[in-house]
């Protein structure tokens, strides 16, 4: 073999090592940083995840009812029946009736 052959063939060698040595390590920082990008996006989404729940939590303790017949109680003077002061009977005919008037009215 020439001298210039073999040294024709180290450098190929070694380009391709180094060229496969860099796509190595750019695939790796890549994977890292989208890793990093991945913990980072659902550390945001559990912040919001919690704040929605906490809105949750004070919509609930606004809408009680203990709360809103206390308030109605106190500051309004409502007070609440002991009973039913009116029962509605309905037959299943009239209910048929009205569904099949409001189909009419909206087919």
């Known amino acids: 073999m020439k001298k210039g052959s073999s040294l024709k063939s180290f450098i190929v060698i070694i380009t391709a090592v180094a060229i496969l040595l860099f796509t190595y390590v750019a695939t790796v920082t890549e ?8 913990i980072s996006k659902q550390d945001s989404l559990n912040v919001k995840l919690n704040l929605a729940e906490g ?53």
């Not at 994977?31 to 991945?38: A, D, P």
């Not at 004070?58 to 029946?81: C, F, H, M, N």
């Not at 002061?85 to 005919?93: A, C, G, N, Q």
């Open 31 to 38: 994977i890292k940083r989208m890793n990093r990008l991945k």
């Open 55 to 107: 809105k949750m939590v004070e919509i609930q303790k606004w809408t009680a009812e203990d709360r809103i017949v206390v308030y109605a109680q106190d500051s309004i003077g409502l007070i609440r029946p002991s009973d039913n002061l009116e029962t509605i009977s309905v037959s299943k005919d009239q209910i048929k009736q009205v569904e099949k008037l409001l189909s009419q009215k909206y087919d």
